[in-house]
């Protein structure tokens, strides 16, 4: 007898479910006259698959020539419109931001672990215009400039590390052999076991948590096993149904089904732990007095020190450290990645680039120390080709006399940048423009 309960509130929720869906059909129905054309939708579904595509950017450039630069999408009632213009973004998104500069709604992301508290999910008021200003003040040229010496000392621990992979680093196409690297660096012991991929996030990381918290990384770090398994957990949160019925949080956890909220509440505990343990960290370092130069730490000075500072200036501090993390890992990773990849696929790109890097920096200081770099086909060397090593690596210094090297750089970021569309943003009051009516809760993705 225990069962008819239960049984009877799951066929409850499922028709309530089916109620709630049709009544989001027929209201988007309604409002699909008022949009932007799009293609083709299943009658129930949408474009559920083409919205969670990872080539959504790719496909939706395609479409500007069957639809325009405005195109729509809709899931279960929420329409997407995606905008393949750089004139219609500027003017959407820039002059009209007063009614497109909100946030959709990410229930079990934002709401239910926790994370609408972080800039990237925020909705436009006054703390997310504080969070902004303070962001501001770590990413101006000064800021970004002071950061360099770190970066440097990321990048050589990154290439000791991949220079121990040797031919396996990259096997699709040509490739340059760890040699190089190698030599350039004073190998002497290089680590073999790793991959590649996971050396850029390693570095990336690295680089984010010393800026942030002045934390120098150890093996097997806590701090980089807690901020991954957040990441790990947000992409375990993605529950479409949870989305189209928000109510369904509101469940009890024993109900049959409801897997996500458990998985809200550990993404929940692990959001709180990756932004509270390196502030509270910094905090403690800064009251013994031995707290690395970092933006947390500088911050905190100039608002009165670890126990000086309100809890107010403390929450603004400590969330947009957070932020740094999510905002500049996966996009690195992304776009170091992507010229790795485009490196191998093209040799002779790579062979012309480093002949400029040589040709700038010149030769080795030691000619008895110089060995040549040599570019394969994968079967042996192509017409013997060789490159002489420079006589360093180049730094910062050397960007502007590197012109086919900075291009090379523009072409991986056109090619594949590291957020393609951007943020998403959400009509906050009914807009119209270009003949068309954007109603309140509409998704605008900019595709440029």
């Known amino acids: 007898m225990a069962l008819v309960p239960t049984v009877y509130s799951a066929l409850l929720l499922v028709g309530a ?39 959504l950017h790719l496909i939706a450039a395609g479409w500007a020539k069957s639809f325009g630069d405005l195109v729509t999408l809709h899931f279960m009632g929420t329409n997407t419109v995606i905008i393949n213009s750089a004139a219609d973004a500027v003017e959407l998104l820039d002059k ?21 508290t972080s800039v990237g999910l925020h909705q436009p008021d006054e ?25 440097v000392e990321n990048i050589k621990y990154m290439l000791r590390r ?16 760890a040699a190089s690297v190698n030599q350039a660096m004073g190998v002497g012991h290089p680590v073999s076991s790793a991959q590649p991929m996971s050396l850029v996030r390693e570095a990336a990381t690295r680089f984010i948590l010393s800026v942030a918290y002045g934390h120098e990384v150890k093996p097997h770090d806590p701090f980089i096993g807690l901020i991954h398994a957040a990441m790990m957990k947000i992409r375990e949160g ?9 109510w369904l949080v509101n469940l009890p956890r024993w109900f049959p089904g409801t897997r996500f909220l458990q998985v809200g509440a550990e993404g929940y505990a692990l959001r709180d732990a990756y932004a509270g343990r390196p502030f509270e960290q910094v905090q403690a370092q800064m009251r013994e ?21 309100t809890a107010h200036d403390q929450d603004l501090i400590k969330w947009t450290a957070a932020a740094l993390f999510v905002g500049g890992s996966d996009t690195t990773v992304a776009v170091i990645n992507t010229f790795l990849l485009m490196m191998a696929a093209n040799p002779e790109v790579q062979r012309l680039a480093q002949e400029e890097i040589a040709n700038v920096l010149g030769p080795k200081c030691h000619p008895s120390q110089e060995t040549a770099a040599v570019v394969t086909d994968g079967e042996g060397t192509r017409d013997g080709a060789t490159i002489p090593l420079p006589a360093r690596l180049p730094g910062f210094g050397d960007r ?8 090379i750089f523009k072409e991986v970021m056109r ?26 809760g509409t998704i605008i993705r900019a595709n440029i």
């Open 415 to 440: 090619f594949n940048p590291g957020l393609s569309m951007g943020l998403p943003h959400a009509v906050t009051q009914e807009e119209s423009y270009r003949g068309y009516t954007f109603p309140v």
């Open 238 to 246: 993605k529950y479409p149904i949870v989305e189209a019925f928000p």
């Open 96 to 116: 009209r931001a007063a009614a497109t500069g909100g946030r959709p709604r990410e229930v079990m992301m934002g709401e239910v672990m926790g994370y609408n």
């Open 162 to 177: 991949m220079a121990g992979l040797g031919g396996s680093m990259l096997t699709s196409s040509d490739k340059v052999g």
């Open 289 to 309: 007095g031995t707290a690395r130069h970092s933006f947390v730490s500088n911050l905190l000075t100039i608002k009165g020190g670890p126990d000086g500072a």
């Open 17 to 55: 479910g089916l109620c709630a869906l049709v009544v989001r059909v027929i209201a988007w129905r309604i409002q699909r006259g008022r949009l932007p054309p799009g293609p083709p939708a299943h009658p129930i579904w949408g474009h559920s698959e083409l919205i969670k595509s990872p080539r």
């Open 400 to 407: 502007y006399q590197l012109p086919y090297l900075e291009a």
């Open 127 to 151: 703390r997310f215009r504080k969070l902004r200003r303070v962001m501001a003040s770590a990413m101006h040229v000064t800021a970004v400039r002071s950061y360099q010496p770190i970066e």
